[in-house]
């Protein structure tokens, strides 16, 4: 298999500029996510797993059914905490959707940010990482939304995502929740409360 950087610099069509932007994503890819890694063909950026189970790490430090039986009840109720979030982004990275739950996570940061350096630092790393269309974990806005992302960006504000980040909650409320509720992930979890576990 050719280098990912051999083909498209044999492309006639790839400005000088593009194949510049594209350097650093395309240094930090291995083309054996192509063959062995993410079926969509991204660079493996952190641990995936694609077992059905919760990471061994956070079966030590377990929630209550209480917590898990809440999560069950609503998306708003498992967000609302952190070891909610956890586990749904683990069960996220077992559908290759992580990049979802990471974004919604860094617009939550930037909200408690308060020095105005700071805020502008993190909307182009936010950008950088989750809404260019050179980013390795893009997440899928529809055009409007990103279009005004990309007008908000002329001057980056704690508010520049946030119509993005609505669209991201409800994507993952609406799709990812639901086959996380049916799913052999949280029923491994259940089960570790049954007596004789």
């Known amino acids: 298999m050719l280098p990912l950087l051999a083909i498209l610099s044999t492309s006639d069509r790839l400005s000088s500029y593009t194949m510049l932007r594209l350097v650093p994503w395309c240094s930090c ?12 063909g991204r660079p493996t950026t952190s641990k995936r797993t ?3 189970q919760p990471d061994e790490n956070d079966l030590k430090r377990m929630p209550s ?3 898990v039986n809440e999560w ?7 967000m609302s905490t952190p ?6 982004r683990q069960y996220l990275r077992t559908e290759y ?12 940061e930037l909200h408690r940010k308060t020095n105005s350096n700071e805020i502008q630092t993190q909307c182009r790393q936010i950008y950088d990482d ?3 269309i050179l980013s390795p974990r893009e997440v899928s806005l529809d055009s409007q939304g990103r279009e005004l992302v990309n007008i908000k960006m002329s001057t980056p504000s704690k508010t520049t995502f946030d119509e993005a980040q609505r669209q991201i909650y409800q994507l993952m409320q609406r799709d990812s929740y639901h086959r996380f509720l049916n799913s ?3 029923k491994h979890l259940i089960d570790q409360f049954k007596p004789g576990k």
């Open 29 to 40: 890819y291995n083309d054996n996510n192509i063959v062995n890694g993410d079926p969509k």
């Open 50 to 52: 694609t077992s059905s």
């Open 65 to 67: 059914i209480e917590e």
């Open 72 to 78: 069950r009840t609503s998306f708003d109720k498992l």
């Open 83 to 88: 070891r909610g979030q956890e586990f749904f």
């Open 97 to 108: 959707s992580e990049e979802n739950i990471l974004f919604w996570q860094a617009v939550e």
């Open 130 to 132: 989750y809404i260019s």
């Open 184 to 186: 052999s992930f949280l």
